[in-house]
Antibody
Framework: VHLVESGGGLVKPGGSLRLSCAAS????????MSWVRQAPGKGLEWIGR??????????YYAASVKGRFIISRDDSKNTLYLQMNSLKTEDTAVYYC?????WGQGTLVTVSS | SYELTQPPSVSVSPGQTARITCSGD??????AFWYQQKPGQAPLLMIY???ERPSGIPERFSGSRSGTTVTLTISGVQPEDEADYYC???????????FGGGTKLTVL
């Protein structure tokens, strides 16, 4: 199982960024997927998840990101996405994609002017 | 919002047993997962569905549940077990995931 996040970087407050998570080694279409983040020196924070298409494909978000972040998946590309809008300095963190059983290595997002 | 409560820190000597608890009102009806995280690394699943251990995880790691509390037990703690440990579960509607605040395990 391999999960590889990409798309992190430095962005100004109010800006946008899209993260990707390329999955391999397991049936991606059968896996619910989540994004989890970890601010520097802090604990893990679940930010949202997407169900499988077979389960209806619904998305759910933590209150801290609802209305600003959008999770989507492209099963034809075995890829999970996180569109982050209206970014705030407190969104600075390492962002992980996970199936709950397996995790990527994370990508760092820094929101700073 | 739903919360899971963990002790901030636990300290044990090598060879002793460490118990890390996680409390939450929905735990009687929702599964818990436990993760180990070492500095600079991604979390590693240690226990899933309260008591199941993934392949490759040493037998000294075990999970249990009693009412609104789940416990990660590490029997015969080794120096390499020093890490942060997080519990994960969902709210009563099985919609929103929640992590505990994390417990730093120190091996004296």
């Amino acid at each position: 199982v391999h999960l590889v996040e990409s798309g992190g970087g430095l962005v100004k407050p109010g800006g946008s960024l899209r993260l990707s998570c390329a999955a391999s080694g397991f049936p991606f279409t059968s896996a619910g997927m989540s994004w989890v983040r970890q601010a520097p020196g802090k604990g893990l924070e679940w930010i949202g998840r997407v169900k499988t298409k077979a389960d209806g494909g619904a998305t759910y978000y933590a209150a801290s990101v609802k209305g600003r972040f959008i999770i989507s998946r492209d099963d034809s590309k075995n890829t999970l996405y996180l569109q982050m809008n209206s970014l705030k300095t407190e969104d600075t963190a390492v962002y992980y994609c996970t199936t709950i059983y397996f995790w990527g290595q994370g990508t760092l997002v820094t929101v700073s002017s | 919002s739903y919360e899971l409560t963990q002790p901030p820190s636990v300290s044990v000597s090598p060879g002793q047993t460490a118990r890390i608890t996680c409390s939450g009102d929905a735990l009687p009806t929702q599964y818990a997962f436990w993760y180990q995280q070492k500095p600079g690394q991604a979390p590693l699943l240690m226990i899933y569905r309260d008591t199941e251990r993934p392949s490759g995880i040493p037998e000294r790691f075990s999970g249990s549940r009693s009412g609104t509390t789940v416990t990660l037990t590490i029997s015969g703690v080794q120096p390499e077990d020093e890490a942060d440990y997080y519990c994960l579960s969902t709210d009563s509607t099985d919609t929103f995931w929640v992590f505990g605040g994390g417990t730093k395990l120190t091996v004296l």
